[in-house]
């Protein structure tokens, strides 16, 4: 099974809508970072959380760590085409060398 | 500032032949990490290097090597390719290896396909 699971696997919005991804492990996380992607391309830094039940935020985007730090959420307001793409989750997991990834969210804004 | 670069961008590759993937970090930076990701799926951990030491290893067949300079810069060479090797190669650098201050930042990455 997925260690990471983020869902949904795919999401359509209206642009100006707000929605939210999420981000859930089984394990304890010592780090949860998102990264967005363009298809094909690499992967562009948001955000970071280390701490149960941070939050952070950059410009319409926040995303949040839950106390258990084992979910994490990220939430876009009033959505809009430049927000298109791919969101991936990775974190620090126990045991673990590296970063561990989600499959990804794929982001579609419709005009 | 050059973000991380990645060369070549694109490579098509014969099964059973070798391939050389290089990446130069961000100015800085001393820890460099390589990633696989296949069509569909999350980038997967192949190998971390700092200071021109491995300092870890993902679940990857010996057929993957890397190593790192002098200059920070690294090399993933694979091997005996196959066309599950079919993927994009990511490299990512950081300022240490695993602080919780040093997020990796990425390269865009080198398209190989195996034919």
């Known amino acids: 099974s997925q260690e990471l699971e983020q869902s949904p696997q795919s999401l359509i919005v209206q642009e100006g809508k707000n929605l939210t991804i999420n981000c859930t492990s089984s394990?304890?996380?010592?780090?949860l970072y998102w990264y967005k992607q363009k298809y094909g391309e690499g992967l562009i830094f948001l955000m970071m959380l280390q701490k149960g039940g941070e939050e952070k935020s950059h410009e319409k985007i926040t995303a949040k760590l839950d106390e258990k730090k084992q979910q994490s959420s990220l939430h876009i307001t009033a959505s809009q085409p430049s927000h298109a793409g791919i969101y991936l989750c990775?974190?620090?997991?126990?045991?673990?060398?590296?970063?561990?990834f989600g499959k990804g969210t794929h982001l579609i804004i419709q005009p | 500032d050059a973000g991380v670069t990645q060369s070549p961008t694109h490579l098509i590759k014969t099964r059973g032949q070798h391939v050389t993937l290089r990446c130069s970090p961000i100015?800085?930076?001393?820890?460099v990490s390589w990633y696989q990701q296949v069509l569909g799926q999350g980038p997967q951990f192949i190998f971390q290097?700092?200071?021109?030491?491995?300092?870890g290893r993902g679940n990857f067949p010996d057929r993957f090597s890397a190593r790192q300079f002098p200059n920070y810069s690294s090399e993933l060479n694979v091997n005996a390719l196959l066309l599950g090797d079919s993927a994009l190669y990511l490299c990512?650098?950081?300022?240490?290896?695993?602080?919780?201050?040093?997020?990796?930042?990425f390269g865009n990455g080198t398209r190989l396909t195996v034919t």
């Open positions: 990775g974190a620090d997991l126990p045991g673990a060398d590296g970063l561990t």
């Open positions: 100015s800085g930076h001393k820890s």
């Open positions: 990512a650098s950081s300022l240490v290896v695993r602080s919780y201050n040093s997020p990796l930042h």
């Open positions: 394990k304890t996380l010592y780090g």
């Open positions: 290097y700092y200071e021109k030491e491995e300092r």
